[in-house]
């Protein structure tokens, strides 16, 4: 194995499967770190934790746990991948993790870059934007577990890290890699929020760390590692093969974003069968993932289930309940669901949202997911073993239509 990556979640380390897929890379997703040794043909790994909302001390150690076997597989380089809207509270997780990571790996000059252009995330002048809106204006102010108020990356990472924070530019990074290595030699902090606008200066950026063991940020960090191997004659010739999956077909929808609201809206507009949860239903014991289930498996064409409420309304049941209680009932009635419907015959399961996706997967006791073909900027198709494929969609992800087209291409 050459490239060591740990993902903060299911869905985020599908992401980054998909970007190395794409140049070539024969790469395997985990959930959880794994008990065995990774076949020999492995070339990037990503265990694939779902520690981005839980205690800091619990996440430390987990990706320190990864870190060991990624190690053990003879990685060369790590990356710690977390979400491209940065989602962390000012305690972590993602400064807490990564100090733990250099400090293990003796690493120095660490970037920081969750940019990911194909979906609209840019960071310039250390500020994030989503689209042409500052990530505070994005959405995700309203997030109900991460929400993001200040989008200068520099003030929230400092407010996490023991150390304060640097900055490369974009005006360095458009002269190129070795401008980018010569002005990280020259930052008096461990930590270095990078700008990156385009692809290209992801690629830029990802050649300049090629000699880098730890580097952070989003899917289009790894943009320029797969080349950096390639160069120097490390990567197989033959690329990953995909074959596609029969059979019935399901959706769940756990995520509140304008992206996934939007595409449960036009999954209703289409004609397609949906059935709304209440999570104030789900909390009572009214509406139980059997019911869900069974209506799914009743319906023809592709059912959707999905608790995808306003802000407003999700803000509403978490002051009756709390928030880490609705969380997990949501979590436990999906995963649940996911259970039945696959044991009923379902062969092709999608799923929105981070938590929705990591509770899916792990309730299914999937371990070792196939990265195979993009459906959708960031989210791949995955074989999760003889007769089931998945699509786990981040809920700022995707199209409008992105179900129906994730259903086709799961059948391949």
Known sequence: MLLGCIGDDFTGSSDLGNTLTRAGMRVVQYSGTPATPAAPDVEAGIVALKSRTMPVAEAVRLSLEALD????QGCRQFLFKYCSTFDSTPQGNIGPVAEALADALKADRVIFCPAFSATGRTIFQGHLFVGDRL???????????????????????ALQAREGVGHVPAATVWQGPEAVRAALRAQDHRFVVADAIRDQDLVVLGQAVADQVLLTGGSGIALGLPGNFRAQGLLSAEGPQWRGQAGPVAALSGSCS??????????VADGQPAME???????AGRTTARDAAGWALSQKGLPLVYSSADPDAVRAVQSRHGAEAVAHRLDAFFAECARLLVAGGVTRLITAGGETSGAVVEGLGVKTLEIGPEIDPGVPAIRAGETLVLALKSGNFGAEDFFAKAAERLAG
């Open 135 to 157: 990530l505070s204006e994005s959405g995700m102010e309203n997030h109900p577990l991460t929400p993001m108020t200040d989008p200068d990356l520099r003030r929230w990472l």
């Open 258 to 267: 304008r992206a996934t609201r939007g595409q449960v809206a036009r999954h």
């Open 277 to 283: 949860i209440d999570p104030e239903a789900v909390m």
């Open 69 to 72: 076997w990624l190690r053990a």
